[in-house]
């Protein structure tokens, strides 16, 4: 078999990385700017006035997002979540929900918001397919809300925002996420399980990562799960649920009263390296293969170039299939073994890491 026939025989088979993992989901930033100014992803100290964001033509165009997310599916994934910065400050969202969603092989498409908009937007993004929606909710006192989304959020507004989504009647549901701070919100997280609870409403808790460089991320901050899980099983008894799949994020608990589930995302204390199956792409085209990445592939000069879309698409399939083949990502394990980040409250080891608000969460 010559060179080219073992190309092609590789393509056929869905690509494996490193350490085993296959490549099953694509999370697609579309908006680089958020309407929010959250510390621990776009403090307004960077993010001012005077910052510069991707202008329209710097950013895919919906063409260019649906043929990646082609060739992805072609690979063998099968999820896709819509990310920012703010999704749905991006015009015309709704069009692209309904593309990726009829794509040959993509069985889920969800949305990741911090909900202000849907009220305006949610029944014509069910209605292209989006099949579920997670609003960022991190706190249900006022005072707390306004810290955590920089002095930006409505928290009305983001209520209302959830309440429209229930009532829209999304397939998959409505999730809350919520990032926990010690000394920030983490005494406020039982009023928002208690708000939730027996509304169908899922709450995952997430620990205070160290993304990007300008969170001011110290290990000190980060609640493990385990102790959180603690405190609330002490008022609501928990009962642990398996994986509903290999690489789920969340760990997932139900009310022993029947009363719905949470889950809980602890990146930091019990990393899940070892089954992540995602991949991110910015909203400006390039490609990461880990939320902690230091740096991307461009595939945005690939897609602008002079040649037809039939050679554009072979030549994508074969750069995803190398990319993720070559994959060896595992910073939240790598995080896990230093001695000094597990027992002090150093900062992050990896510097120059790629910001939230660029590829998504």
């Known amino acids: 078999m010559d060179d080219d026939q073992n190309s092609r025989a590789a393509l056929a088979v869905p690509p494996v990385d490193q350490l085993g993992r296959a490549l099953r989901d694509l999370r697609i930033s579309v908006m680089d700017r958020c309407n929010f100014r959250c510390p621990y992803c776009m403090p307004e100290a960077t993010y001012h006035e005077g910052f510069r964001f991707l202008g329209p033509g710097e950013r895919l165009d919906f063409d260019e997002i649906e043929q ?34 009829t794509l040959p092989g993509i069985e889920d498409v969800a949305l990741t918001t911090n909900g202000v908009l849907l009220p305006r937007f ?96 110290d290990r000190a901050d980060v609640v493990p799960s385990g102790e959180l899980r603690a405190r609330i099983a002490a008022r609501w008894p928990l009962e642990a649920l398996p994986p509903r799949y290999r690489g789920e994020v969340a760990r997932r608990y139900r009310y022993a009263d029947g009363a719905g589930e949470i889950g809980f995302v602890s990146s930091v204390s019990a990393p899940f390296c070892g089954a992540c199956s995602r991949a991110r792409l910015s909203s400006d085209g390039k490609l990461y293969t880990c939320l902690f990445a230091t740096a991307g592939t461009d595939l945005r000069a690939l897609l602008r170039g002079n040649t037809g879309d039939a050679e ?39 510097q120059e890491k790629i910001e939230m608000h660029y590829i998504g969460g």
């Open 68 to 101: 990646v997310a082609r060739m992805a599916a072609e690979l063998g994934v099968a999820k896709i979540r819509l990310t920012g910065g703010e999704p749905l400050l991006r015009p015309g969202l709704p069009d692209l929900v309904r593309r990726l969603s």
């Open 122 to 217: 949610a029944p014509a993004l069910r209605q292209a397919g989006l099949r579920r929606v997670t609003v960022s909710l991190d706190s249900l006192d006022p005072a707390v809300f306004a810290h955590m989304s920089g002095g930006r959020g409505d928290l009305a507004a983001v209520l209302k925002g959830i309440d429209a989504a229930c009532a829209t009647g999304f397939e998959g549901g409505v999730k809350i996420n919520t990032v926990v701070q010690r000394g920030v919100n983490d005494a406020g997280v039982p009023d928002i399980l208690a708000r939730f609870r027996k509304t169908g409403v899922t709450v995952r808790l997430i620990e205070y990562m160290d993304v990007g460089n300008r969170n001011g991320w």
């Open 312 to 350: 554009i698409d072979e030549q994508l399939r074969t750069i995803l299939s190398r990319i993720w083949r070559h994959r060896t990502d595992r910073y939240s394990e790598e995080r896990m073994c230093q001695p000094e980040l597990r027992a002090s409250g150093e900062k992050a080891f990896r």
